[in-house]
């Protein structure tokens, strides 16, 4: 099992930014596929991004159309730590936002599916867009 801890949510203006992180710990070798999946009250969970460890320093990444050109995934490895920037905001990304981790044999199964079906995920932070 790996454990997640997101910090960083908070309430900003429209086209307003934030940074959130996850910081991973316990079987981490186990993790080379993680990411962020977010759910608003009434909505289905939404994968956001996702984020495969190629090697030490290279990743490869999913984005949902949604948060495209607004939304960076990055890892450091070297921290346990994945971030999620998220910039240009509106009030349509408030939600409650997730830090997903699981184990794909290759980055073709690290996709947004997976992120929102990963095996570990944290308790959540919330993120709240005013207009």
């Known amino acids: 099992l790996v454990q997640l801890v997101e910090s960083g949510g908070g309430s900003v203006q429209a086209g307003g930014s934030l940074t959130l992180s996850c910081a991973a710990s316990g079987n981490t070798d186990a993790a080379n596929c993680m990411g962020w999946w977010r759910q608003a009250p009434g909505n289905e969970p939404e994968g956001v991004a996702s984020i495969y460890s190629l090697s030490r320093e290279t990743y490869d990444t999913n984005y949902a159309d949604s948060v495209k050109g607004r939304f960076t995934v990055s890892r450091d490895n070297s921290k346990n730590t994945v971030y999620l920037q998220l910039s240009s905001l509106k009030p349509e990304d408030t939600a409650v936002y997730y830090c997903?981790?699981?184990?794909?044999?290759?980055?073709?199964?690290?996709?947004?599916?997976?992120?929102?079906?990963?095996?570990?995920w944290g308790q959540g932070t919330q993120v709240t867009v005013s207009s």
């Open positions: 997903a981790a699981d184990r794909s044999p290759s980055s073709k199964y690290c996709t947004l599916r997976t992120v929102v079906s990963a095996r570990d």
